[in-house]
C-alpha cells in the first residue's frame, strides 16, 4: 500500500490532534487591548487640560488673590459687577421687582392689577425699619384696568443726575406694561440719599417720564393713544388720520 500524503497544513503533534502552522497573532494585536490603551491615553489628555484650565483661571484675569472655596466669587469666574441685577416675578394678579435706589442697596415694588396701584418700600439699614414709601396708581396712565388685567413690571437701571438737588431720580427707572393694550409707562423714583442716612421717611410718588404705544394699531378704528405723561392728559396719536388729531 501506498503511504496516504499527509497534508502539510495537519501534521500531527504529540496529542494525536492535527495543528495548524500558521502562527498565531501577536497579543498586541488584540482590539480590546488596543480599545483600552487608547481610552487611559484619552484620560490622561483630558485629566491634564482640567488641571491647566484650572489652574489659568485661578492665576488670570486678577483672581489670584481673592479666595476660590465655597461659593466665592474667584471659583466662578465672573466679576462681581456682572452678577449684580434686578429680580421680577409676577402672578395672574400682582407682580413684584427689585430696583437700584443707591450703589447701597435696592427697594421692593409692587404692582396690584386689579386696581392699578404701583408701590414701593426701601429699607434703611441704620434704623431697622421701611424708610422710603412711593405709590402711584398707573390708571391715571394706561387706562382702567379692566376685566381680566394682564401687566408686566421690570426695572432698570440708570445714571442719576449729578449731585446738587437734595432729591434727585433713584438709580432706577421702573416700567408698567399694560399686555392687554399693548402700551407701556415709565416712572422714576425721587430718592434722597440724605434722608435715608438721617433715617428720615421720605413718602412720595413716583414720577411718570413718559410712554408710549408697544403693539401697533392695525385695522379701522384700532388706534390707540400713548399714554399720557401726566394723568388726564389728551395726546394725538401719530397713527390717527388728520381730522382725528386735536
Same mark, same amino acid.
Given at each position: 500500500m501506498t503511504p496516504e500524503r499527509l497534508d502539510s497544513d495537519s501534521i500531527g503533534s504529540s496529542d494525536g490532534f492535527p495543528h495548524s502552522n500558521l502562527r498565531s497573532k501577536p497579543m498586541w494585536w488584540s482590539p480590546f487591548l488596543c480599545g483600552a490603551l487608547a481610552a487611559c491615553g484619552l484620560c490622561v489628555l483630558?485629566? @491634564?487640560?482640567?488641571? /491647566?484650565?484650572?489652574?489659568?483661571?485661578? *492665576?488670570g484675569n486678577g483672581l489670584a488673590g481673592?479666595?476660590?472655596?465655597?461659593?466665592? @466669587?474667584?471659583? *466662578? +469666574?465672573? =466679576?462681581? #459687577? @456682572?452678577?449684580?441685577?434686578? *429680580?421680577?416675578?409676577?402672578?395672574?394678579?400682582?407682580?413684584? /421687582?427689585?430696583a437700584k435706589m443707591d450703589e447701597e442697596q435696592d427697594g421692593f415694588f409692587s404692582l396690584d392689577y386689579l386696581t392699578g396701584d404701583l408701590k414701593g418700600w426701601v429699607y434703611y439699614p441704620r434704623t431697622g425699619t421701611f424708610g422710603g414709601l412711593f405709590a402711584t396708581n398707573v390708571a391715571e396712565y394706561l387706562g382702567p384696568?379692566?376685566?381680566?388685567? #394682564?401687566y408686566l413690571?421690570?426695572?432698570?437701571d440708570i445714571i442719576p443726575p449729578p449731585a446738587g438737588a437734595n432729591i434727585k431720580p433713584a438709580a432706577s427707572i421702573v416700567y408698567v406694561v399694560d399686555v392687554r393694550m399693548g402700551n407701556f409707562v415709565a416712572?422714576?423714583? =425721587?430718592? *434722597?440719599?440724605? @434722608?435715608?442716612?438721617? $433715617?428720615?421717611?421720605?413718602? #412720595?410718588?413716583?414720577?411718570?417720564? +413718559? +410712554?408710549d404705544v408697544i403693539r401697533?394699531?392695525? +385695522?379701522? $378704528?384700532?388706534?390707540?393713544?400713548?399714554?399720557?405723561?401726566?394723568?388726564?392728559q389728551n395726546?394725538?396719536?401719530?397713527?390717527?388720520?388728520p381730522d382725528n388729531k386735536k
Open positions: 483630558l485629566s @491634564l487640560a482640567f488641571v /491647566c484650565g484650572r489652574w489659568t483661571a485661578a *492665576s481673592l479666595p476660590t472655596s465655597g461659593l466665592g @466669587l474667584a471659583s *466662578s +469666574g465672573m =466679576p462681581a #459687577e @456682572l452678577l449684580r441685577a434686578t *429680580s421680577t416675578h409676577g402672578t395672574t394678579t400682582m407682580a413684584v /421687582c427689585t384696568p379692566g376685566k381680566n388685567p #394682564e413690571l421690570i426695572a432698570g416712572f422714576t423714583v =425721587p430718592w *434722597s440719599k440724605a @434722608l435715608k442716612n438721617a $433715617g428720615a421717611v421720605q413718602a #412720595e410718588p413716583f414720577v411718570p417720564v +413718559g +410712554g401697533p394699531a392695525i +385695522g379701522p $378704528g384700532a388706534a390707540r393713544k400713548p399714554p399720557a405723561v401726566k394723568a388726564n395726546q394725538a396719536d401719530p397713527n390717527d388720520p
